[in-house]
């Protein structure tokens, strides 16, 4: 596993900062003060889709599916899939050190959920580790959740993933998009990109794409927080500046 580099932001740790967590260092605090003065709504967007996670979590379960696979899943935080789906098996995924530390100590006691630490691009060595927990005879739910826009190729991503997903299989995206003007959202990715780390919107037509082979749950792929969503939501919907959805393999 890398080193951290705390002097540099990182994408796992802005947003905790985001989110309200503790779990971040004066590097990743100074470049989400200046995403947050580009794009305001950037911590209601994170919240947004933090709620969408657990909502997508939910439908799994109600679709009978017991294993998880989170890909890119961050720091521990609030509403974790393991505490969303009790008693199902959980593998998180991230490659961030941080993230992993964190995600280790808090599993330290939960015997049905682990940690893989691995760029989600590798396919190979995420599914190798995968594997120790979850059987892929059986349905099982990928999550994709604020992680595909970091990839610049999402589809080639995703690849080992669904090649492996057996009939029942579930798989939850959210994803940046700049087809809502005004949303600040390039702005953000050019900060994001000058930082570093760089993100790829995509469009619906695009993140439709990526649930290829399918069929979408309803109400199909929409703004986040207009998935599912189980309170009266004000909020205008490109405020969440990313698309939720949750694919079903029949
Ligand atoms: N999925 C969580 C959620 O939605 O609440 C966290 C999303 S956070 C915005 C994105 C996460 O993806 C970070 O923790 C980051 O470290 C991780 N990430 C980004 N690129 C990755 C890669 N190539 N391999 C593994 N993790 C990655």
């Known amino acids: 596993m890398r080193t951290p580099d ?15 967590g503790a779990c971040n260092f004066a590097a990743d605090r100074a470049f989400a003060e200046r995403l947050i003065a580009a794009m ?34 961050g720091i521990p935080t609030v509403g974790n899939t393991h ?5 199902a098996k959980v593998v998180y995924v991230d ?3 941080i993230a992993v530390a964190h995600s280790r100590d808090v ?8 940690i893989v630490a691995a760029d989600v691009r590798d396919g190979e060595a995420v599914l190798a580790g995968a594997r120790e927990l979850l059987d892929f005879d059986r349905p099982v739910a990928v999550l994709a959740v604020a992680i595909l826009h970091f990839l610049d190729d999402a589809a080639a991503a995703l690849a080992p993933y669904r090649s492996v997903m057996a009939p029942g299989s579930v798989l939850a995206m959210t994803h940046a998009t700049r087809d809502a003007e005004n949303t600040g959202v390039d702005e953000a990715r050019r900060l994001y990109s000058g930082s570093g780390m760089p993100s790829y919107a995509r469009t619906k037509a ?45």
């Not at 705390?6 to 309200?20: C, E, F, N, W």
């Not at 599993?107 to 682990?114: F, G, H, S």
């Not at 009266?232 to 079903?248: F, I, K, L, Q, R």
Request: hydrophobic content about 40%; aromatic content about 8%; charged content about 20%.
């Open 83 to 87: 505490e969303a789906a009790p008693g």
């Open 6 to 20: 705390t002097d540099q932001p990182h994408p796992a740790r802005v947003y905790d900062y985001l989110l309200g």
């Open 206 to 250: 695009e993140v439709s794409a990526l649930f290829e082979g399918m069929s979408l749950l309803p109400p199909g792929v929409v703004w986040t927080n207009q998935w599912r969503p189980e309170t009266a939501d004000e909020t205008d919907p490109t405020s969440s500046v990313a698309y939720g959805a949750v694919g079903h393999l029949a």
């Open 40 to 73: 305001p709504g950037a911590p209601t967007a994170a919240k947004i889709n933090r709620a969408f996670l657990r909502r997508a979590v939910r439908a799994a379960l109600d679709l009978g599916v017991t294993q998880f696979l989170d890909l890119g899943s």
């Open 107 to 114: 599993l330290a006691e939960v015997p049905d959920a682990r």
């Open 95 to 97: 490659h961030d050190p």
